[in-house]
């Protein structure tokens, strides 16, 4: 599920999602900056125009200094100026003031601003919230020219306007509300084009998750069709390109292996024509060894074993390339299993060098090679009586698979110093034999794997361990079938290799 999560499809619409809101917000709220900002500096340029023109247009109508009726009555022509409405003024000069509304406290009037109409010679506005309502609150002084100067000096009379901007509050939330409708159509058109270039971008990708796949499960002719020239149209050229040196390299590996497996072959059955003659003269020669010289008797014997050797060898190689090429085939019969090991063990004259704990007679019967089943279990038995120390024992147990059904297991267990760490991964391997053992090693080293290969061949199991109290263990699991189980002849397995 977490995997599900944080998967490039998610990832892909998250980020151009964020990228849409924050482009949509910043873009919605530089607009309503500025839309704002011009609804009401328009309003603002407006009111000061008029209000400054209705000003120069009252005043050289009254008598200068004013009075209190002559400050009230200018107060109330010079609200009359408001389009809309009647403007709210405060006339003052000096201690005196009046406004056009009686009572009126003109709250939204800051003694900042105050100060400022009476010290500059230049109209001062500024935007308040009173009571909760925006207003914009304007002051001029009243200004006349000199007798002796241009330059305008002020007479101490100071009007101040206050001018509601309902309407422009007005213009500004319904700016605001036309923004926040268009979010979010902006936000699903985002996440929609986020959809469409995630399935661009994750098509050559899952093509490509598919192609490898492919390659994995052996199919090395799969390619990639490449579209475009981007980034991703590169990288299936590169797919393609090292699919075929892949191709290629396996194809040429494969040739070699089974040229050498051939000329394996071959080599094996030519010199088992000469071996054989080779065997008769040596099993002569041995009926003749008593009557010959000490030294002559001695190379007779060392060539008659090395003879036996090499013939072993032959039939390992032999063994091993039907393995390879497939043609080792299985030929069932139902037999007694631990009946079949006695013989195994009496064939070869270990009956009583190998200690048994075998089931009764009839007890354990099941389906499987009796010819293959005699060479796993003699070669593990001469692996142990070879490389590891009395006492050997074998063992034969029957267990219930929930999964796998009823099973054998037999344990061929020596009395050794066990199987080196370094070399237990590499015992099955062919002609693998450990440093320790190179040297008293009368082996080909071909007998663990051919017994692996015949455990395979009847889907069973085989491993090596060392026991906790000492020695090695080799684990043979086999399957029993059920009566009516055809032969039948696998195709041959990979190599385990560690």
């Given at each position: 599920?977490?995997?599900?999560?944080?998967?490039?499809?998610?990832?892909?619409?998250?980020?151009?999602?964020?990228?849409?809101?924050?482009?949509?917000?910043?873009?919605?709220?530089?607009?309503?900056?500025?839309?704002?900002?011009?609804?009401?500096?328009?309003?603002?340029?407006?009111?000061?125009?008029?209000?400054?023109?209705?000003?120069?247009?009252?005043?050289?109508?009254?008598?200068?200094?004013?009075?209190?009726?002559?400050?009230?009555?200018?107060?109330?022509?010079?609200?009359?100026?408001?389009?809309?409405?009647?403007?709210?003024?405060?006339?003052?000069?000096?201690?005196?003031?009046?406004?056009?509304?009686?009572?009126?406290?003109?709250?939204?009037?800051?003694?900042?601003?105050?100060?400022?109409?009476?010290?500059?010679?230049?109209?001062?506005?500024?935007?308040?919230?009173?009571?909760?309502?925006?207003?914009?609150?304007?002051?001029?002084?009243?200004?006349?020219?000199?007798?002796?100067?241009?330059?305008?000096?002020?007479?101490?009379?100071?009007?101040?306007?206050?001018?509601?901007?309902?309407?422009?509050?007005?213009y500004v939330d319904?700016?605001?509300?036309?923004?926040?409708?268009?979010?979010?159509?902006?936000?699903?058109?985002?996440?929609?084009?986020?959809?469409?270039?995630?399935?661009?971008?994750?098509?050559?990708?899952?093509?490509?998750?598919?192609?490898?796949?492919?390659?994995?499960?052996?199919?090395?002719?799969?390619?990639?069709?490449?579209?475009?020239?981007?980034?991703?149209?590169?990288?299936?050229?590169?797919?393609?390109?090292?699919?075929?040196?892949?191709?290629?390299?396996?194809?040429?590996?494969?040739?070699?292996?089974?040229?050498?497996?051939?000329?394996?072959?071959?080599?094996?059955?030519?010199?088992?024509?000469?071996?054989?003659?080779?065997?008769?003269?040596?099993?002569?020669?041995?009926?003749?060894?008593?009557?010959?010289?000490?030294?002559?008797?001695?190379?007779?014997?060392?060539?008659?074993?090395?003879?036996?050797?090499?013939?072993?060898?032959?039939?390992?190689?032999?063994?091993i390339s039907r393995?390879?090429?497939?043609?080792?085939?299985?030929?069932?019969?139902?037999?007694?299993?631990?009946?079949?090991?006695?013989?195994?063990?009496?064939?070869?004259?270990?009956?009583?060098?190998?200690?048994?704990?075998?089931?009764?007679p009839g007890e354990?019967?099941?389906?499987?090679?009796?010819?293959?089943?005699?060479?796993?279990?003699?070669?593990?038995?001469?692996?142990?009586?070879?490389?590891?120390?009395?006492?050997?024992?074998?063992?034969?147990?029957?267990?219930?698979?929930?999964?796998?059904?009823?099973?054998?297991?037999?344990?061929?267990?020596?009395?050794?110093?066990?199987?080196?760490?370094?070399?237990?991964?590499?015992?099955?391997?062919?002609?693998?034999?450990?440093?320790?053992?190179?040297?008293?090693?009368?082996?080909?080293?071909?007998?663990?794997?051919?017994?692996?290969?015949?455990?395979?061949?009847?889907?069973?199991?085989?491993?090596?361990?060392?026991?906790?109290?000492?020695?090695?263990?080799?684990?043979?699991?086999?399957?029993?079938?059920?009566?009516?189980?055809?032969?039948?002849?696998?195709?041959?397995?990979?190599?385990?290799?560690?």
């Open positions: 599920m977490l995997r599900a999560l944080m998967g490039l499809r998610l990832r892909l619409v998250v980020t151009f999602t964020l990228v849409a809101v924050v482009a949509t917000v910043t873009t919605g709220a530089l607009t309503f900056r500025e839309a704002r900002t011009g609804v009401l500096q328009q309003s603002q340029d407006t009111v000061i125009e008029e209000f400054r023109h209705r000003v120069n247009t009252l005043v050289p109508n009254y008598r200068f200094p004013p009075d209190a009726a002559g400050l009230n009555s200018f107060a109330n022509d010079v609200s009359r100026g408001g389009r809309s409405q009647q403007w709210r003024v405060l006339v003052a000069y000096r201690e005196k003031s009046a406004t056009s509304l009686p009572g009126d406290s003109f709250g939204e009037l800051s003694p900042a601003m105050r100060e400022s109409v009476r010290s500059r010679r230049a109209t001062v506005f500024q935007r308040v919230s009173h009571d909760g309502h925006s207003a914009l609150v304007v002051g001029m002084p009243v200004t006349f020219s000199g007798l002796y100067s241009t330059e305008r000096q002020a007479s101490g009379l100071e009007v101040y306007l206050t001018v509601p901007q309902q309407e422009e509050q007005g319904a700016l605001v509300t036309a923004i926040e409708r268009a979010t979010v159509p902006a936000l699903v058109l985002a996440v929609l084009i986020a959809l469409l270039a995630a399935r661009g971008v994750l098509r050559p990708v899952r093509a490509l998750r598919r192609a490898t796949r492919s390659i994995a499960e052996g199919r090395l002719d799969t390619r990639l069709a490449v579209q475009g020239s981007d980034e991703l149209a590169d990288l299936s050229r590169t797919f393609n390109e090292t699919a075929a040196a892949l191709e290629g390299s396996v194809a040429e590996l494969r040739r070699m292996e089974a040229g050498a497996r051939r000329f394996a072959a071959d080599v094996s059955h030519e010199l088992r024509t000469p071996l054989a003659a080779m065997s008769a003269v040596t099993d002569v020669l041995d009926e003749d060894a008593a009557g010959l010289d000490e030294d002559t008797a001695t190379a007779v014997r060392l060539i008659s074993t090395e003879t036996t050797k090499l013939a072993a060898l032959v039939d390992d190689l032999m063994e393995f390879d090429a497939g043609a080792a085939a299985l030929h069932l019969d139902e037999i007694d299993l631990a009946e079949s090991l006695r013989r195994t063990l009496a064939t070869r004259g270990w009956q009583d060098t190998v200690e048994t704990g075998l089931p009764a354990l019967r099941g389906r499987v090679d009796p010819r293959r089943l005699d060479v796993i279990v003699a070669n593990l038995v001469a692996n142990a009586l070879r490389h590891g120390a009395p006492p050997v024992r074998l063992y034969l147990h029957a267990e219930d698979d929930p999964r796998a059904g009823r099973r054998a297991v037999v344990t061929v267990r020596d009395g050794g110093d066990g199987i080196p760490e370094a070399v237990l991964p590499h015992v099955f391997d062919r002609f693998y034999k450990s440093a320790d053992a190179r040297a008293r090693s009368e082996g080909s080293g071909l007998g663990l794997s051919i017994a692996t290969e015949n455990v395979r061949l009847h889907g069973g199991t085989v491993r090596a361990a060392n026991h906790p109290e000492g020695g090695a263990v080799f684990t043979v699991v086999l399957p029993l079938r059920p009566d009516d189980t055809e032969d039948r002849t696998p195709p041959p397995a990979k190599e385990d290799r560690p």
